[in-house]
């Protein structure tokens, strides 16, 4: 399973984690969201999408493309307010 | 409207130069791929800190600054715990845009139509929502993330030019054409601060911008 943790710094000067984003390997149903799936963060990035950063693009990606969308997070979440984890890989026993 | 929101002054305080050379007291490692840290100086400011120099983002605050404006948080390139960086000043009280369902209406419109200005300055192309600030009990913004993706990526997201325009705010005060003015006479002297070519693009190209808002007098129709 691949996934990206997101953070938003919090009143408290405290990071604090949102949600989780997250795609099975091999998987064809797209980007899951655990968490605070009503965080403006998160219902925001369903109803915009994010820009193709990694390849400079201006076309959108939503969570149905799957790894470009997981791989592009930490670029449109990139200031410390809200921040986006690298893609990791979990194996599921 | 335009007085409903007074933007209280600011005290003159050296911010940049705590960034550059202030006392580092605590560093705390943060989650994320782009900032790394969050850095808290002795008099009690805090910054955040990325592992890479951006000049980027430097001249975005030196043409804010150069305009007076005050719409970039201080920015200084420094070394933590001997890692070189950028530090760019966390505004305590302030959340990203997109926390709010009409940010637009949390400031003063003077405030949005110097925001304009200033990304139409800057040629910024990501300005969506998560990349600036709202500061609901100043009624400030703030224009963050002044990056490579933001001043030279071949997007188009202008959210607070649009929304400038299409609340009829365009026409520009003596004030402000006095201001750009002053950019646009200052600026040849920011050339000198960087040998990146990318950077000094971007102080160009903002240099030419400037001077076609000079000549209109406004902003509408500056972007089709």
Same mark, same amino acid.
């Given at each position: 399973?691949?996934?990206?943790d997101l953070f938003e710094f919090d009143s408290r000067a405290k990071q604090k984690k949102i949600?989780?984003?997250?795609?099975?390997?091999?998987?064809?149903?797209?980007?899951?969201?655990?968490?605070?799936?009503?965080? /403006?963060?998160?219902?925001?990035?369903?109803?915009?999408?994010?820009?193709?950063?990694?390849?400079?693009?201006?076309?959108?990606?939503? /969570?149905?493309?799957?790894?470009? +969308?997981? #791989?592009?997070?930490?670029?449109?979440?990139?200031s410390g307010y809200l921040s986006a984890s690298?893609?990791?890989?979990?194996?599921?026993? | 409207?335009?007085?409903?929101?007074?933007?209280?002054?600011?005290?003159?305080?050296?911010?940049?130069?705590?960034?550059?050379?202030?006392?580092?007291?605590?560093?705390t490692p943060l989650n994320g791929?782009?900032v790394t840290a969050l850095?808290?100086?002795?008099?009690?400011?805090?910054?955040f +800190?990325?592992?890479?120099?951006?000049?980027?983002?430097?001249?975005?605050?030196?043409?804010?600054?150069?305009?007076?404006?005050?719409?970039?948080? /201080?920015?200084? #390139?420094?070394?933590?715990?001997?890692?070189?960086?950028?530090?760019?000043?966390l505004?305590?009280?302030?959340?990203?845009?997109?926390?709010?369902?009409?940010?637009?209406?949390?400031?003063?419109?003077?405030?949005?139509?110097?925001?304009?200005?200033?990304?139409?300055?800057?040629?910024?192309?990501?300005?969506?929502?998560?990349?600036?600030? =709202?500061?609901?009990?100043?009624?400030?913004?703030?224009? =963050?993330?002044?990056?490579?993706?933001?001043?030279?990526?071949?997007?188009?997201?202008?959210? =607070?030019?649009?929304?400038?325009?299409?609340?009829?705010?365009?026409?520009?005060?003596?004030?402000?054409?006095?201001? =750009?003015?002053?950019?646009?006479?200052?600026? /040849?002297?920011?050339?000198?601060?960087?040998?990146?070519?990318?950077?000094?693009?971007?102080?160009?190209?903002?240099?030419?911008?400037?001077?076609?808002?000079?000549?209109?007098?406004?902003?509408?129709?500056?972007?089709?």
């Amino acid at each position: 399973m691949y996934f990206v943790d997101l953070f938003e710094f919090d009143s408290r000067a405290k990071q604090k984690k949102i949600a989780t984003f997250k795609m099975e390997e091999g998987g064809s149903n797209g980007v899951e969201v655990e968490g605070d799936s009503y965080h /403006p963060a998160v219902e925001n990035l369903r109803g915009e999408g994010i820009f193709d950063y990694k390849n400079a693009a201006p076309s959108k990606l939503y /969570p149905d493309d799957g790894l470009s +969308f997981l #791989e592009n997070l930490k670029y449109n979440f990139r200031s410390g307010y809200l921040s986006a984890s690298e893609v990791q890989k979990k194996t599921v026993d | 409207m335009e007085n409903a929101f007074e933007v209280p002054p600011s005290p003159q305080v050296d911010f940049r130069g705590t960034l550059e050379k202030g006392d580092i007291i605590e560093t705390t490692p943060l989650n994320g791929g782009a900032v790394t840290a969050l850095v808290v100086f002795k008099d009690g400011m805090r910054a955040f +800190f990325s592992p890479m120099v951006n000049s980027l983002e430097l001249a975005a605050f030196w043409i804010d600054d150069l305009l007076g404006f005050g719409l970039v948080p /201080p920015v200084a #390139e420094r070394s933590v715990n001997d890692q070189p960086g950028l530090l760019r000043q966390l505004v305590g009280g302030a959340k990203p845009a997109l926390y709010y369902k009409t940010w637009e209406e949390m400031v003063q419109p003077q405030e949005l139509l110097k925001a304009a200005v200033l990304d139409y300055i800057l040629d910024s192309r990501d300005r969506r929502r998560e990349n600036f600030l =709202i500061d609901e009990s100043s009624h400030k913004l703030w224009l =963050i993330n002044n990056d490579y993706y933001m001043l030279l990526a071949s997007f188009n997201s202008r959210d =607070i030019f649009n929304t400038a325009v299409n609340r009829g705010l365009t026409d520009l005060s003596l004030d402000m054409l006095a201001a =750009i003015d002053k950019f646009y006479s200052g600026s /040849p002297s920011l050339l000198n601060r960087t040998e990146e070519k990318e950077t000094l693009d971007v102080l160009n190209r903002a240099r030419e911008r400037a001077s076609i808002i000079l000549d209109k007098k406004t902003v509408a129709n500056l972007w089709h």
